[in-house]
């Protein structure tokens, strides 16, 4: 299979290549959309062992690298300040290209590094789990953690060129896996309900490249529509307001990014029960239940509600929520704080 998205945003187009093996000829590809003097790769410290010294042989210009340990809690400024520190003692300039190779982790942080250092520099991002392959690698958010909260420094920087590779998520272990998951399962209540009968076959695994291929377009379509997140992206957070809080809430490091929105879909389901809408909660169970995800909130509901105010889709005293009342369409639903602290202690 060999695919290609384009994405045109406000300071131009994202090529994004889905082809099996293309990770094999990366450095012809990215040297055809780039002119760099010099490359700089991140990646992180599993990731680099197994694909790194592959990357960094297809260039015959200067290439330098940084590893990052692999792990959520290393999403935070320092991490992004070591980078910058490797860039120039490296001599990366402006006309240079940074190279993000890894799951969204490594991808949200060398985005944000590529989007302040020196004010910009080109960046490609070669996602390296499913996960980063069918969302994070798109789109072009970046950014870091805090202890306050998820993603909450951050800029929207496009990578002008992302090589989707199916052939690399044969090293991921089955948990990692499973959280890519989460997200496809995301697509499919938001936007395409047939998404979801393809997850619920028991060998939705080998069908893994149209999925992702069917993911990328949702979400390059939602991107081109609302590249800065003031309406319809908003739907590609669709299980992240209870999921990022619960995040924090476990430090970064008891749940992963994807068992959280899994669990953060069920609580969006529960919620919306309670409103009055019909309850879609069974089947989304079922389905998370067969890829191997976690389905239930384990957190107190104060401190639930009250790590959910630092959620960026909140103005003034309003969270905007995403709801799914019927699978395959997700709405912006406006909810007083008030009101939702009230549903957030039900769930
Ligand atoms: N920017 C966005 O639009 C966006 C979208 C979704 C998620 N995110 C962010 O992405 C992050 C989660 O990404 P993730 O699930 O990829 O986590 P991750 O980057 O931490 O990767 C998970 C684990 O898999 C390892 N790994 C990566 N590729 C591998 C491979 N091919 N083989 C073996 N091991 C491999 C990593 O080293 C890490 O230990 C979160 O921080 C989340 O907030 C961002
Ligand atoms: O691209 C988007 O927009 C998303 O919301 C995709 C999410 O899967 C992703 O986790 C994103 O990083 C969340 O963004 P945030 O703005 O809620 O921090
Ligand atoms: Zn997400």
């Known amino acids: 299979m060999a695919e290609t998205l384009s994405l045109t945003g406000a300071n131009g187009v994202s090529e994004i290549h889905i082809e099996t093996g293309l990770l094999d000829r990366a450095g012809a590809v990215i040297l055809e959309t780039f002119s760099p003097s010099r490359v700089h790769i991140v990646s992180d410290s599993t990731v680099a062992p197994l694909y790194l010294e592959k990357l960094e042989k297809q260039f015959s210009l200067p290439v330098t690298h940084t590893v990052i340990p692999a792990g959520e809690e290393h999403k935070q400024l320092s991490t992004v300040e070591g980078i910058y520190h490797d860039l120039l003692a490296a001599g990366m300039t ?22 302040t250092f020196l004010r910009g520099v080109s960046l490609c991002q070669i996602p390296t789990t499913l996960l980063a392959q069918v969302d994070s690698s798109v789109g072009g958010k970046t950014g870091v953690d805090l202890p306050e909260g998820k993603n909450l420094v951050g800029a929207f920087y496009q990578p002008r060129l992302v090589l989707i590779d199916p052939n690399v998520l044969a090293s991921l272990p089955d948990s990692t896996f499973a959280d890519g998951m989460a997200e496809v399962v995301k697509y499919g209540y938001i936007s395409n309900r047939e998404i979801l009968t393809m997850v619920s076959q028991p060998d939705y695994k080998a069908n893994i490249e149209n999925i992702i291929y069917e993911c990328v377009k949702i979400k390059r379509d939602v991107v081109a529509i609302d590249e800065h997140d003031t309406g319809l992206r908003m739907i590609l957070n669709f299980g992240h307001t209870i999921g990022h809080a619960a995040e924090k809430l476990g430090n970064y490091t008891d749940l992963t990014h994807g068992q959280a929105v899994a669990i953060g879909m069920v609580a969006a389901m529960r919620l919306s029960a309670l409103l009055g809408n019909e309850d879609l909660t069974a089947p989304l169970i079922d389905l998370l239940k067969h890829i191997g995800l976690p389905t239930e909130l384990k957190y107190d509901r104060e401190a639930i509600f009250n790590a959910l105010l630092s959620d960026k889709k909140k103005f003034g005293a309003t969270v905007n929520f995403i709801l799914v009342r019927e699978a395959g369409r997700a709405e912006i639903t406006p909810i007083d704080a008030e009101k939702l602290h009230e549903y957030v202690l039900k769930l």
Not at 94 to 115: P, S, Y
């Open 94 to 115: 402006r006309k240079d290209l940074i190279i993000a190779l890894g799951g969204g982790v490594v991808g949200d942080i060398t985005g944000f590094a590529a989007a």
